[in-house]
């Protein structure tokens, strides 16, 4: 909602307040001001010209040499608008002014001739080319006769304005006109509001005379009121009216149609106008449509209907599709002389389903689907009528052709001010709650220490008992809210266990090097269940957005590779994502999906790259590999880990283990299987995910610190011939079951596979080290161990020791 502080100031008075102060003021109270707009956008310089002599240039066939009033002189102007001519009064920045964008007007020559400044179209004064009338959608705007040569276009335009933007909740429907917004301003400053006095001269022949209401479905629309006014003259809106509409965000378009979004904005009333001749009838009959009716609208698009949504006809075909859009065959044009001025009440329900069934959301719509104030129907077609005699030069029928079974009674809502303040934590009199009210214009009463209020039909918002409560506290002042603590036995907040351990899994990823992705729980069909650890019945949406988006997901991955993919092909080459979330396995016992919260990573790219070193690695199998170690170590859970190779569908069969630990299977990694990787046109892309619920609950023991050893080590280095399938890891359990207490470390330094190794075998090196906290060891005590070892791997593992 654009809200013009000039227009503003006819309801109240907002004299003297600076704009940044009034949008903190009414931010503080609850409604959010975005921003500020300065519309004359810093311009200085513009004035009013009158073009006295308008011709063609001698070297140019699309230029025009003016000679244009500026008030103190006949200044020569080159103007390349089609839409020139002699007699106009014109927008003219003279030489030295400054318009939007800090553009400068300079002294310049055009093909020889010489240009004292620029006349200028709307689009030039940074006016949106959505908003500007037609007429002057192309070319320079031509002003009024009234406009005096020489005196500041800017006011002239409404440019001298400050607007408004609000952020406007759902509930907050009422800020949706000038009016309500006056209320609420008037609130805040402590001051009444000046309403639009309604007065005009009626014709002594009846609107009943000429117009006949009829309407079939009262549930849809209990309320219908039709003026209508003879002798209009179609035509241009006076300026001030064209300024006002544009400032609201409305584009002007003929008198009568500015009329009806004037007061679209002015009260938050939709009215629509009818040409009289054109129904053809005299008659309008409000009702369902019927099961594939058609209607070609004012966007000239036609529309087939379903037998529950609402049009207004003249009794043989639909004219409008009511609090949606009028039909083209209605339409009010240069040639209307008579209108139908329809103000109406429609059920929200019903058209929000019309509105989003045929495709078309309009400022009427939106107002309607809230809900529009039922005491101001009649008000905004008596203010429409007025404002058509006044500058349409309409003649007003006498009285209004009007259908009324609307049940207009306020919501009665009961509060004590005891009530209030428990739920608010304050201490606000009863006194002051009722000022509030007042300044609110909310009809309140106290009666045996009981606030009994009548709510205003302006405000749909106001239902209940918080309502209020709600109204108190932004008036009263969200900052005078005291602030306390909790009171507790025990010392309020701090982290679960399971949160904690989670922040450390967060911190050790990111300090490693991943960024943290936020993906979509919803999957395709085809991607629910890929690299998921385990499998379960999936569930599906009943009316999914899209086929991409209609299954909860069972692993992460899937989505961490789209992410990948959408990343290189934006010529980010190197990624590393991770993501910690649900998947969805089956069902509980009360029916709603099993979330179980997973981790999962993906790399590709480039591990480090040092250019000035001369180093770079890309990522591999390791890199990912070390990263779950280290995560592994940072919650001390690196004892008992290990990966065991393995296979599964869309991974590298040869590059593929589960993440084991002490025998449980909790997680997967590997590289993506070439062919997937280049359907997502990826290079080399490792990923692993594990069920991070399964390894926060792992038990930990309590940690202990190891003073840093105060005898010395022995080491042993063993080279293993083995079959080409024995993993390394094989050999390491057996080493560490056979070392005994003596063995601290084992580590694998070397594989070879070539000369001198017979074909189906690999050579394996491990670096064994051997120490005793309390003492030296003997070479005898290390020979005993290692020979145990040995001896193991020998009969465990069917190694033999390379010579």
């Known amino acids: 909602m654009y809200v013009s502080t000039k227009w503003l100031n006819d309801y109240v008075n907002i004299e003297g307040i600076k704009p940044e102060e009034l949008a903190e003021k009414i931010t503080r109270s609850g409604i959010e001001v975005d921003s500020i707009i300065d519309r004359s956008q810093g311009m200085t310089n513009v004035v009013v010209g009158y073009v006295k002599e308008c011709v063609k240039h001698p070297e140019a066939d699309k230029l025009?040499?003016?000679?244009?009033?500026?008030?103190?002189?006949?200044?020569?102007?080159?103007?390349?608008?089609?839409?020139?001519?002699?007699?106009?009064?014109?927008?003219?920045?003279?030489?030295?002014?400054?318009?939007?964008?800090?553009?400068?007007?300079?002294?310049?020559?055009?093909?020889?001739?010489?240009?004292?400044?620029?006349?200028?179209?709307?689009?030039?004064?940074?006016?949106?080319?959505?908003?500007?009338?037609?007429?002057?959608?192309?070319?320079?705007?031509?002003?009024?006769?009234?406009?005096?040569?020489?005196?500041?276009?800017?006011?002239?335009?409404?440019?001298?304005?400050?607007?408004?933007?609000?952020?406007?909740?759902?509930?907050?429907?009422?800020?949706?006109?000038?009016?309500?917004?006056?209320?609420?301003?008037?609130?805040?400053?402590?001051?009444?509001?000046?309403?639009?006095?309604?007065?005009?001269?009626?014709?002594?022949?009846?609107?009943?005379?000429?117009?006949?209401?009829?309407?079939?479905?009262?549930?849809?629309?209990?309320?219908?009121?039709?003026?209508?006014?003879?002798?209009?003259?179609?035509?241009?809106?006076?300026?001030?009216?064209?300024?006002?509409?544009?400032?609201?965000?409305?584009?002007?378009?003929?008198?009568?149609?500015?009329?009806?979004?004037?007061?679209?904005?002015?009260?938050?009333?939709?009215?629509?106008?009818?040409?009289?001749?054109?129904?053809?009838?005299?008659?309008?009959?409000?009702?369902?449509?019927?099961?594939?009716?058609?209607?070609?609208?004012?966007?000239?698009?036609?529309?087939?209907?379903?037998?529950?949504?609402?049009?207004?006809?003249?009794?043989?075909e639909p004219v409008a599709i009511a609090g949606v859009m009028g039909g083209l065959n209605s339409e009010v044009h240069e040639g209307t002389t008579t209108v139908v001025i329809e103000s109406a009440y429609f059920a929200p329900a019903s058209i929000r389903r019309t509105s989003k069934e045929v495709g078309l959301r309009s400022d009427a719509s939106t107002r309607f689907e809230k809900g529009v104030d039922p005491e101001r129907v009649i008000a905004a077609a008596e203010r429409a009528a007025q404002l058509i005699s006044e500058i349409a030069g309409g003649e007003v029928l006498a009285g209004s052709v009007m259908i009324d079974e609307l049940d207009k009674t306020p919501e009665r809502i009961i509060v004590s001010p005891d009530y209030i303040n428990n739920r608010l934590g304050m201490k606000i009199s009863l006194e002051e709650m009722l000022s509030i009210l007042e300044r609110l214009q909310i009809s309140t009463e106290a009666v045996n220490g009981q606030l009994v209020i009548d709510a205003p039909t302006r405000r749909q918002d106001l239902r209940i008992k918080e309502d209020i409560i709600e109204e108190i506290a932004r008036m009263y002042g969200y900052d005078e809210i005291p602030m306390t603590l909790p009171v507790s036995e025990s010392i309020p907040g701090g982290l679960s266990p399971y949160q904690a351990k989670r922040r450390i899994v967060r911190g050790f990823l990111e300090g490693a090097g991943l960024v943290q992705a936020l993906t979509y729980s919803l999957t395709s069909k085809e991607q629910a269940q890929a690299f998921a650890l385990e499998t379960a019945p999936v569930t599906e949406l009943l009316m999914p957005m899209s086929e991409d988006r209609s299954i909860l997901r069972q692993s992460l991955i899937p989505h961490l590779l789209e992410a990948a993919t959408y990343n290189v092909a934006r010529r980010t080459d190197s990624v590393a994502l991770y993501e910690t979330g649900s998947v969805f396995l089956g069902e509980e016992e009360d029916g709603l999906p099993l979330e179980v919260e997973h981790v999962a990573a993906v790399i590709t790219g480039k591990w480090v790259d040092h250019a000035w070193q001369a180093e770079t690695k890309t990522v591999d199998f390791f890199v990912l590999k070390g990263i779950v170690e280290g995560m592994m170590d940072s919650l001390g859970l690196a004892g008992g880990l290990s990966f065991e190779q393995t296979t599964i569908e869309g991974m590298h069969p040869g590059r593929t283990a589960n993440i084991v630990h002490n025998g449980e299977r909790i997680g997967l990694i590997g590289q993506i299987h070439p062919t997937e990787q280049k359907k997502r046109d990826l290079k080399n892309t490792y990923a692993m995910e594990m069920n991070l619920k399964k390894v926060l609950s792992i038990e930990t023991d309590v940690l202990l610190y190891?003073?840093?050893?105060?005898?010395?080590?022995?080491?042993?280095?063993?080279?293993?011939?083995?079959?080409?399938?024995?993993?390394?890891?094989?050999?390491?359990?057996?080493?560490?079951?056979?070392?005994?207490?003596?063995?601290?470390?084992?580590?694998?330094?070397?594989?070879?596979?070539?000369?001198n190794v017979e074909d189906g075998k690999k050579s394996l090196a491990f670096s064994l080290t051997y120490a005793d906290p309390e003492r030296t060891l003997t070479d005898e005590e290390v020979v005993k161990a290692h020979e145990k070892v040995l001896n193991a791997l020998t009969t465990e593992a069917g190694a033999l020791l390379r010579g």
């Open 64 to 316: 025009n040499i003016c000679q244009v009033d500026v008030g103190e002189e006949t200044t020569q102007i080159i103007c390349g608008a089609a839409n020139i001519a002699a007699g106009q009064k014109v927008i003219v920045a003279r030489v030295g002014a400054v318009l939007p964008g800090d553009f400068k007007i300079k002294k310049a020559k055009l093909r020889g001739e010489e240009s004292n400044g620029m006349i200028c179209s709307l689009q030039e004064l940074a006016i949106e080319g959505k908003l500007v009338p037609k007429a002057y959608a192309e070319g320079i705007y031509v002003l009024p006769e009234t406009a005096i040569p020489g005196e500041n276009a800017l006011p002239l335009l409404g440019l001298d304005d400050q607007v408004l933007e609000f952020d406007l909740t759902p509930n907050r429907s009422d800020a949706l006109s000038m009016l309500g917004v006056a209320y609420e301003v008037g609130a805040i400053l402590s001051q009444g509001i000046a309403l639009p006095k309604i007065a005009y001269k009626e014709s002594t022949e009846k609107a009943q005379d000429l117009l006949k209401l009829r309407i079939d479905a009262m549930k849809d629309n209990p309320m219908y009121v039709a003026k209508v006014v003879k002798n209009v003259k179609i035509g241009e809106s006076p300026l001030w009216l064209q300024n006002r509409l544009m400032a609201a965000g409305v584009r002007p378009h003929n008198n009568v149609v500015d009329i009806t979004n004037y007061v679209l904005m002015e009260y938050g009333q939709p009215l629509h106008a009818f040409d009289y001749d054109r129904l053809g009838t005299g008659e309008i009959i409000v009702r369902l449509a019927e099961e594939g009716e058609k209607i070609t609208t004012l966007d000239d698009v036609e529309r087939t209907l379903n037998a529950h949504q609402l049009v207004i006809t003249n009794g043989k």
């Open 706 to 755: 190891v003073p840093v050893p105060r005898f010395p080590s022995i080491s042993r280095d063993i080279a293993l011939v083995v079959a080409s399938e024995t993993s390394a890891g094989t050999l390491e359990n057996v080493i560490r079951s056979a070392g005994g207490k003596l063995l601290k470390n084992v580590k694998l330094f070397d594989l070879y596979e070539g000369d």
